[in-house]
């Protein structure tokens, strides 16, 4: 963790190249500053988004560990079986929940991470496998997916996780359409970059609101994550020409503009 020391020393390093690494932690941020316009009042709640499986540690994410690599051993025999998918794709996802439930350290961070990370994979596999997928698999995944993109160390893995997310909050909102799943919808598009789609998504939001104080927050709310994730959008870009640059003048090595550790540590949001 970055906590703790006698010394005296900047949290970020922004001399030469780091620079554009700290322009991705900004980013994560943004997101993170976006999501938290819902936490005290509004349609949204995060809390429940990032819910675990009960009290515990690592420890317990051991069953659902175990679960997977069952399902593992009878995917290889059909790997193509969406039940199995949808299966393997829960277990991953409820392990990292569980991982997280209660005070995690730094390795059982990482250990949620690496669960979302192959549940990720899964959930890409499963997606291919059928026409119909799973709202409740969907609503599982589009907050583990969030997570990956908070933790993301480039703009290509955050924007890539953040778009998935969007994607799977798409297939909740598509088949249960609240102001909970439609402005957190909008919330994920609008960092997408995708503005035209999330305004559409917000718009469906507000006829669901039952009072005018209700939808006036929520556009006031909204106003301000667009706001957040047009800064984010113009910075993300601008990060992504700079990469393309130093990579050149690197002889194609993107590692000199890769962030080699959080730099603020535990991420907001995650054991909170």
């Known amino acids: ?13 922004i001399r030469g190249r780091r620079k554009y690494a700290v ?34 540690s690592s420890s317990l994410a051991k069953p659902y560990e175990e679960q997977a690599e069952r399902l593992e051993a009878k995917l290889r025999k059909e790997p ?17 929940n569980t991982t997280l439930s209660q005070e995690p350290n730094e390795e059982d961070l990482l250990n949620a ?9 899964t959930w890409s596999g499963y997606l291919k496998s059928t026409k119909e997928p799973s709202v409740g698999i969907a609503q599982l995944m ?24 969007s994607q799977a909050q798409k297939i909740v909102a598509a088949q ?14 609008y960092f997408t970059g995708d503005f035209k789609a999330a305004e559409r998504a ?22 301000e994550v667009k706001e957040r994730a047009a800064k984010y959008t113009k910075e993300r870009k601008k990060s992504e020409a700079a990469f393309k640059a130093a990579s050149k003048a690197n002889k194609g090595n993107p590692e000199s503009l890769r962030s080699p ?11 909170e």
């Open 23 to 56: 322009k991705v932690v900004y980013a994560i941020l943004a997101v993170l500053m976006g999501a938290s316009l819902f936490l005290v009042v509004g349609p949204l709640n995060i809390g429940e988004l990032f819910n675990g499986s009960g009290s515990g």
């Open 176 to 189: 249960r359409p609240t102001l909970n799943s439609l402005s957190t919808l909008a919330l994920y598009t």
């Open 113 to 121: 991470l690496q669960h979302y990370k192959e549940a990720s994979s």
């Open 261 to 271: 550790t959080n730099p603020f540590g535990a991420s907001p949001g995650l054991g």
């Open 80 to 96: 193509e079986d969406p039940e199995l998918l949808m299966a393997l794709t829960r277990a991953q996802v409820t392990a990292g």
């Open 1 to 13: 963790m970055a906590q703790g020391g006698k010394e005296h020393r900047m949290v970020f390093d």
């Open 202 to 223: 917000q718009a469906e939001a507000s006829k669901l609101t039952r009072e005018k104080f209700e939808r006036e927050q929520l556009d006031t709310q909204m106003k």
């Open 142 to 165: 589009a907050p583990a997916l969030l997570r990956l993109a908070e933790s993301g160390h480039t703009y290509p893995e955050v924007q890539a996780n953040i778009e998935a997310a």
